[in-house]
Every structure is written in structure tokens, then in C-alpha cells.
């Protein structure tokens, strides 16, 4: 089945000790992107990548790290989370350019809750 | 930069009535515009897109939506409503910058509440 899988669905972490939120995708897509989503904020771009090696800032990149060394995973690394990152976390990833009509497809989405 | 905003963060309305969920937009380019629905527990799943080749655009579950350029909206339309439909409703606006398309810019959502 053609999917996003992020792992783990749910997460209660302390603040300062660093995590890794993982996603994969099986579709060879080469646009991938991670998004929080917040109450009445909607949903935030975090970090996007265009392909293997390639990676750029979204419009809340602050606190977080990416890394794409294989098309198929896009982890999220959290290096020294904080309560303000408490957030549900989304991963996506789109064949084509997903801003020029071709839009994503979703993980199902990861709670974060930094203590 | 583009932009969405989306008009009610809450949305009542009874089973079997009119469904309309209001999007306006901001993009300085021609506009590739989505509306995703979020089920309670789920990931967002794509209801519906302008890719500019039809000005009403129809999607899954019986919604529709119009482009109107002199309006700038995207309104969400569904003639009968269902108890099934309660959920969150974010519609999007693809992103331009220097380094090309570069994702999708969402609203805040609107949470559709089916009265039975």
C-alpha cells in the first residue's frame, strides 16, 4: 500500500534530551516536508526537501534539524526539544512539485509532548 | 507570498442542509489551490484541487468547489450534509519562493459541526 509512515504516533519526551521523529515513504516521491499543526494556527511548514541532499527552511525551522540521505526517509530531529514544540507533527511527500497542483500525501501524524 | 485565509474557525449546520466553507487567497503568481480534510485521529487526505483547467473543480464525498478569480476565493461546497462530514477542513495555496514550488501554505482550518 502506498503510504507516509511516521513513527511514533505518540510521544511524551523531557525538555533537552534530543529525539528523532522518523518518516518514509514508499511511493519514490522526491518532495518531502514536515508540518506542525497547532490550534488555531493550522498547519506550519517546518523544513522541506526537493530531493536526495537537498533540504530548505520552512517558515518555522527554528529548534528543529532535517536530514534526506535517501529519497525514501525524512527524519525530523529535535535536538533539544522544548514545551513550545509541543505540537502534532506531520510528514508529507508529493511526486511532483506539490505547490504547482500536484499537493501532498500525509502521514498520519505524530503527538509531541515535551514536559 | 501566497497566502489562505479561511472564514469561520467553526461551522454548524444541520444534517441533509447546505454545506459552505468560505476560502479566500493571496498569490501574486496564478494560484494552484486544495482543500484537505482532517478526520478526528487522521492525517489530512485531499479532497479536491485547482490546477487552473476548470473553474469548478469537483472532489471526493460529493464536495465541489469554484474558483472566482475577481473574488479571489475557493469556497468548499456540498448540497446535503451528512453526520459523516464533522470534521477539520484546511484549504491550501501552493508556494512560491526563489527556490521554486515549494510546498503548500494552509489555513487555519474550520471545523465543520453536523447537528443531527
Known amino acids: 500500500e502506498a503510504q507516509v509512515t511516521q513513527n511514533p504516533r505518540y510521544l511524551i519526551t523531557v525538555t533537552g534530551k534530543k529525539l528523532t521523529v522518523t518518516c518514509s515513504q514508499n511511493?519514490?516521491?522526491?518532495?518531502m516536508s514536515w508540518y506542525r499543526q497547532d490550534p488555531g494556527l493550522g498547519l506550519r511548514q517546518i523544513y522541506y526537501?526537493?530531493?536526495?541532499?537537498?533540504?530548505d527552511k520552512g517558515d518555522v525551522p527554528e529548534g528543529y534539524k532535517v536530514s534526506r540521505k535517501e529519497k525514501r526517509n525524512f527524519p525530523l530531529i529535535l535536538e533539544s526539544p522544548s514545551p513550545n514544540q509541543t505540537s502534532l507533527y506531520f510528514c508529507?511527500?508529493?511526486?511532483?512539485?506539490?505547490?504547482?497542483?500536484?499537493?501532498?500525501?500525509f502521514g498520519s501524524g505524530t503527538r509531541l509532548t515535551v514536559v | 507570498a501566497q497566502s489562505v485565509t479561511q472564514l469561520g474557525s467553526h461551522v454548524s449546520v444541520s444534517e441533509g442542509a447546505l454545506v459552505l466553507l468560505r476560502c479566500n487567497y493571496s498569490s501574486s503568481v496564478p494560484p494552484y489551490l486544495f482543500w484537505y480534510v482532517q478526520y478526528p485521529n487522521q492525517g489530512l487526505q485531499l479532497l479536491l484541487k485547482?490546477?487552473?483547467?476548470?473553474?469548478l473543480v469537483k472532489g471526493i464525498n460529493g464536495f465541489e468547489a469554484e474558483f472566482k478569480k475577481s473574488e479571489t476565493s475557493f469556497h468548499l461546497t456540498k448540497p446535503s450534509a451528512h453526520m459523516s462530514d464533522a470534521a477539520e477542513y484546511f484549504c491550501a495555496v501552493g508556494r512560491y519562493s526563489g527556490g521554486g514550488a515549494d510546498g503548500l501554505t494552509f489555513g487555519k482550518g474550520t471545523h465543520l459541526i453536523i447537528q443531527p
Open positions: 511511493m519514490n516521491h522526491e518532495y
Open positions: 508529507a511527500s508529493s511526486l511532483l512539485p506539490p505547490g504547482q497542483g500536484y499537493g501532498y500525501t
Open positions: 526537501s526537493m530531493n536526495v541532499e537537498v533540504t
Open positions: 485547482y490546477t487552473s483547467a476548470a473553474t
